[in-house]
């Protein structure tokens, strides 16, 4: 299986037709505001079926988590990179967010932490950690009370019947 790989500060390696679980935070930890937050959540959702098969996304006040297995360019064939995905995503919301709330500046860190998920059973407890990080930061109740969570219909467990969004 073909393997993709580069280098900035952090290793990145990524497996065709494999899931990514991806981490990525606010510069300096900054807490971005609920209309920042929707920004970024929409910013997830639109490269869905596209760019990347989407699986789970949660967008907390400093740092976003998604699980996503790329797809490919129907253009030129290739599976779409990791730093296509992320510089597409964390430069759109960047940009979007600073004209939403008319300022300037870095809004993520350059870095982000990714790891391929091997099986499945990791991938269920990646997903099951998406859901459930904005209940153990005190965020929420259930992953139906906060806005910015969001699985695919499959992924969705009786445990958390709120794990929400369009499919």
Not at 19 to 30: G, K, M, N, P
Not at 80 to 86: D, K
Request: aromatic share 10%; with cysteine.
């Amino acid at each position: 299986m073909p393997k993709m790989s580069y280098r900035r500060n952090l290793p990145h390696l990524q497996r065709e037709n494999k899931c990514h679980f991806v981490t990525f935070c606010t510069y300096r930890r900054w807490i971005l505001p609920d209309c920042a937050r929707q920004i970024v959540f929409d910013c997830c959702l639109h490269d869905h079926r596209t760019r990347y098969e989407l699986h789970a996304a949660v967008v907390m006040p400093d740092h976003v988590h998604v699980i996503f297995t790329p797809l490919t360019n129907k253009e030129t064939t290739e599976v779409y990179s990791l730093a296509e995905i992320m510089g597409a995503l964390k430069g759109a919301s960047s940009h979007l967010i600073n004209r939403a709330m008319a300022r300037r500046g870095r809004v993520w860190q350059e870095e982000s932490f990714d790891r391929v998920v091997r099986s499945s059973e990791n991938f269920q407890e990646k997903v099951a950690y998406v859901l459930n990080n904005p209940l153990r930061k005190g965020l929420a109740k259930s992953p139906a009370d906060y806005p910015w969570v969001w699985a695919t219909g499959e992924l969705r467990s009786p445990a958390q019947p709120g794990a929400a969004g369009p499919t």
